[in-house]
Structure formats: structure tokens, C-alpha cells
Antibody
Framework: EVQLVESGGGLVQPGGSLRLSCAAS????????MTWVRQAPGKGLEWVAS????????YYVDSVKGRFTLSRDNAKNSLYLQINSLRAEDTAVYYC???????????WGQGTLVTVSS | DIQMTQSPSSVSASVGDRVTITCRAS??????LAWYQQKPGKAPKLLIY???SLQSGVPSRFSGSGSGTDFTLTISSLQPEDFATYYC?????????FGQGTKVDIK
């Protein structure tokens, strides 16, 4: 059974940092692109970033470029999102998802809540 | 970036109704479109990929069509468990943008 479990969310002050993690199991992690999608409270879905199977290619939405860094450790079946210089508008549930290029995200974690507030 | 526009933003329907949701891309995306269902407090669920391919395990009352810039999600006979919010997403080029969502609620 495919499982994705996010962790690392929490309350952080504006300008602060967090590192989100996603632990994957039930599939060959190294064979899949992975994606982070976020959802602000009461709002729609926003694609944040995707990373290629071997980590060689990464793509980000413009609003997080230079502040968010996506990485993965295939030996540990783990995906990471380092988020710096946090802003109030980054407050959201962050979902980790398995991605199929040009197709969509077929498995999702339960999400981890990031709240940016003083 | 490619903008995705869904309509309507919300629809009220009854069990057994046929429901159609449309999604328009700001530029051509071939058939690289996915549809998701999301229920409150839950992660999204992939329903349709490549515009018309049904994801494994998804009931056949869900169908997708379209190519280029105009796409449609149809629920042929609405069931109680289908009341949810639906999103389209283009997977043609990064950033993979979502539509704003369509909420299907009980009439």
C-alpha cells in the first residue's frame, strides 16, 4: 500500500524557517517524481514544487522561488521542503504527493499545517 | 504561466442528477489535464488523468473529455458520496496550475 506521511509543520514567526518531510513507503520511491501542493485555509489548491526521480530537475512556483528548496533522499525514501523567509501568505496545509509527469498526482499524504504568525 | 478557469464555482444538485463542470486553459495544453475530488479535511483524490483516462478504482460515472483549451468533467448520476469540491490541473508545463475549484453541494 502506497503511503505518504508528512511532518515538520507548525507555528512559526514571519521570517522564520521550517523543514517539511515526507516519508514514502509501499512503492519504489526512486522511480517517481514527487510534488508538494499547498492549500491555504478555506482556499483552493496551489502547486508548489516538483522534483525529478533522481533530484536532477526541480521546478517551483514563482512565489516561492529563492525561499523554498526541494530535495530528496532516495536511500531514505524521503522528500523534503526547506522553507525560509516565511510570510503570512505561506500559511497552508502542505501536501506531499507522488507525481506522474504530464499526468497528475496519484497518491497524496494527509498534509501538514504550516502557520506563519507573530 | 497557464491559467485554469473552472465554471461554475459552485453547483447545487440532487442525487441522480447529471453534473458537468468545465475547465478552460489560457493556452493549449493538448490532453494534459487532470481532475481531482476533495472532501473537507481530506487530501485530494485523482479521478481523471490525460483528460479522459479514469484513474484505477474510480467509479465509471465519472468521465472526462476535451483537448486543447476546453475540458469537461461529467458525473453521470450523482451519488451522496460525490458531494465535494472538484479541481482541474494542467500538467502540460510547469508550474502545474490548478483551477479555482467547483463545489458540488446538495440541492
Amino acid at each position: 500500500e502506497v503511503q505518504l506521511v508528512e511532518s515538520g509543520g507548525g507555528l512559526v514567526q514571519p521570517g522564520g524557517s521550517l523543514r517539511l518531510s515526507c516519508a514514502a513507503s509501499g512503492f519504489t520511491f526512486s522511480r517517481y517524481w514527487m510534488t508538494w501542493v499547498r492549500q491555504a485555509p478555506g482556499k483552493g489548491l496551489e502547486w508548489v514544487a516538483s522534483i525529478q526521480e533522481d533530484g536532477s530537475a526541480k521546478y517551483y512556483v514563482d512565489s516561492v522561488k529563492g525561499r523554498f528548496t526541494l530535495s530528496r533522499d532516495n536511500a531514505k525514501n524521503s522528500l523534503y521542503l526547506q522553507i525560509n523567509s516565511l510570510r503570512a501568505e505561506d500559511t497552508a496545509v502542505y501536501y506531499c504527493a507522488r507525481a506522474m509527469p504530464a499526468t497528475g498526482e496519484d497518491y497524496w499524504g494527509q498534509g501538514t499545517l504550516v502557520t506563519v504568525s507573530s | 504561466d497557464i491559467q485554469m478557469t473552472q465554471s461554475p464555482s459552485s453547483v447545487s444538485a440532487s442525487v441522480g442528477d447529471r453534473v458537468t463542470i468545465t475547465c478552460r486553459a489560457s493556452q493549449g495544453i493538448s490532453s494534459w489535464l487532470a481532475w481531482y475530488q476533495q472532501k473537507p479535511g481530506k487530501a485530494p483524490k485523482l479521478l481523471i488523468y490525460a483528460a479522459s483516462s479514469l484513474q484505477s478504482g474510480v467509479p465509471s460515472r465519472f468521465s472526462g473529455s476535451g483537448s486543447g483549451t476546453d475540458f469537461t468533467l461529467t458525473i453521470s448520476s450523482l451519488q451522496p458520496e460525490d458531494f465535494a469540491t472538484y479541481y482541474c490541473q494542467q500538467a502540460n508545463s510547469f508550474p502545474y496550475t490548478f483551477g479555482q475549484g467547483t463545489k458540488v453541494d446538495i440541492k
